[in-house]
């Protein structure tokens, strides 16, 4: 069936360290992919998307990498701070599902002191 | 400008009933999507509704129902409610269709609890 997954359910990454959080999804044909991110108690906010004729895009602090052989995308942070703190989805969208936005699971990033 | 809302924020019901959730997208957004979100499943995808059509559905069954009114407000439905129906219920408009961009602006949900 339809999937997107994440790879952790957890993530602890200390203050000021890079954090790196990683996704698969099944969908060969799934062409654009995006990265949300959700503070307790709000709705997800978009960070950042890529679509599947790149293989990098970078934002502030942030940097997407997809690698389409192996399915697989990630979520890189920059010098993380304890606002990074938060549930992070990955999504897609493919064609061949009416251009459906599907959520992976999700990970939890845990900043340290 | 104001973001996505939606009512109520919290609301308690009991097996058999059914509620009705509302949301309102930002000024000058046409497309409305609806998620599911529960701790072991993530965030389902409900329906998208675009211009007052129903663009997209997603695997519930008939008992969640939606719809959009010609100044993009929606709401969505859930009849006979299940215990299994509890869960924190989340609205997206963007500007375009939801497939077209990512960039869904959420609002920050109706969690529903059925008891």
């Known amino acids: 069936g339809e999937s997107v997954g994440l790879h952790l359910p957890t993530l602890s990454v200390q203050e000021g360290d890079n954090s790196i959080i990683n996704c698969a999804y099944s969908?060969?044909?799934?062409?654009?992919f995006i990265w949300y991110k959700q503070e307790s108690g709000k709705g997800p906010q978009f960070i950042i998307d890529?679509?599947?004729?790149?293989d990098k895009r970078q934002g502030q602090r942030v940097t997407v990498l997809l690698n389409k052989t192996v399915k697989h995308l990630s979520l890189q942070i920059a010098a993380t701070q304890p606002g990074d703190s938060a549930v992070y989805f990955c999504?897609?969208?493919?064609?061949?599902?009416?251009?459906?936005?599907?959520f992976g699971k999700g990970t939890r990033l845990h900043i340290l002191p | 400008k104001a973001g996505v809302t939606q009512t109520p924020r919290y609301l308690i019901k009991t097996r058999g009933q059914q509620v009705t959730l509302s949301c309102s997208p930002i000024?000058?957004?046409?497309?409305v999507s609806w998620y599911q979100q529960t701790p072991g499943q993530g965030l389902q995808f409900l329906f998208e509704?675009?211009?007052?059509?129903?663009?997209n559905k997603g695997n519930f069954p008939g008992r969640f129902s939606g719809r959009q009114f010609s100044n993009s407000r929606s709401e969505m439905n859930v009849s006979t409610l299940e215990l299994g129906d509890s869960a924190l219920y989340l609205c997206?408009?963007?500007?375009?269709?939801?497939?077209?961009?990512?960039?869904?602006?959420f609002g920050e949900g109706s969690r529903l609890t059925v008891l």
């Open positions: 509704y675009f211009s007052e059509t129903q663009r």
């Open positions: 969908n060969s044909a799934s062409d654009y």
């Open positions: 997206a408009s963007s500007a375009g269709t939801g497939g077209y961009t990512g960039e869904l602006f």
């Open positions: 890529i679509r599947s004729n790149m």
């Open positions: 999504a897609e969208r493919a064609m061949n599902r009416d251009d459906k936005i599907i």
């Open positions: 000024s000058g957004h046409r497309s």
